[in-house]
């Protein structure tokens, strides 16, 4: 499949193992040999994508998307964002899960519950301020009656450092996307507490009760996709939603769907460039909420 695409380099904006990383070599194992996967990790994807920036026109490198794309610029921390550059496609959302240390007192979800409202945590979370994990938190924290802003937070540029965090004893509580903390669920190292999905995630999540089960009013996911550097031409974007097309029905993406516990959402060029208006509207909403958005830059 990778021969009307040739080599490519998918620049994956987190460390290995990070939530970028994991969709980049996915979707590297599902179309085959000619793609390169380069991590370029800093500011929740924001290097990645200030690098694709530069390099308009050209046809043998993307990078993965996520909301961190828009969310980055709201907040002021990047003059990069999804308006320059191309949309190619949105093709999963993952959601997040709140999970502390066995054996601690946040591995029972009262103690944990009680902090949240009092403002008396400490949490940490990947991989940026005002990212999905963050909202999250908000959105958690509100409901409860307290407010994020009192928290103490730690932030991460890889979901995998804000799981060892929890296990180090630095925070009380790590909120990551679901798939980031399995090794740990499935050692037992590590307690689920509550999920950001609309039903139960499945694996060693099943027991893990949904935010709503809490009567906690959250469900938000995490979305990933892939963007081309500015002005990428339409033949050759007309290539990759042809090579995607064939991708995502295959077993192999399905197989790392269901075993990464994401609920694919494809959308594809012309779709993800209506979806990224309405989620960046969406977004500045929400951090406007609790303080976080900047000064928006023209156009």
């Known amino acids: ?15 290995p193992g990070g939530g970028q990383d994991r969709t980049a070599r996915a979707l590297a194992s599902a179309i085959g040999e000619g793609i390169e996967v380069r991590n370029v990790p800093g500011r929740g994807g924001g290097n990645g994508w200030d690098e694709l920036a530069t390099r308009s026109g050209a ?46 007192k946040y591995a029972d979800p009262e103690v944990t519950l009680d902090a949240l409202a009092r403002g008396a945590l400490t ?3 990947a ?37 060892a965090d929890v296990l180090g004893g630095n925070s009380g509580i790590a909120i990551v996307s679901a798939a980031s903390a399995v090794p740990e669920m499935d050692a037992g190292t590590v307690t689920g507490l509550a999920v950001s999905s609309p039903e139960r995630l499945g694996g060693v999540f099943s027991a893990v009760p949904t ?24 033949d050759r974007l007309a290539g990759w939603e042809a090579a995607l097309s064939s991708v995502t029905p295959s077993q192999g993406w399905k197989q790392s769907i269901g075993e990464s516990l994401w609920l694919a959402t494809y959308l ?27 000064v928006p830059r023209d156009g």
């Open 123 to 125: 949490v940490s979370f």
């Open 211 to 234: 935010a709503t089960e809490l009567e906690l009013p959250c469900v938000r996911g995490t979305w990933r996709g892939l963007v081309g550097p500015p002005g990428l031409d339409e």
């Open 127 to 163: 991989t940026a301020l005002g990212n999905m994990n963050h909202l999250v938190l908000a959105e958690l924290s509100t409901g409860l009656g307290g407010a994020v802003a009192n928290l103490e937070l730690r932030v991460f540029e890889s979901a995998r450092h804000a799981v």
């Open 59 to 104: 046809t043998d490198v993307v990078a993965v998307s996520s909301p961190t794309l828009i969310t980055n610029s709201l907040v002021g921390d990047s003059t990069t964002d999804e308006r320059d550059l191309t949309p190619i496609a949105v093709l999963y959302t993952e959601y997040s899960a709140v999970v502390a240390s066995s054996g601690t």
């Open 1 to 15: 499949m990778s021969g009307p695409l040739g080599h490519i380099e998918i620049i994956a904006g987190t460390p």
């Open 268 to 294: 594809g060029a012309s779709q993800t460039r209506e979806f990224f208006a309405s989620e960046r509207d969406e977004l500045a909403k929400l951090l406007g909420s609790i303080g976080l958005l900047a």
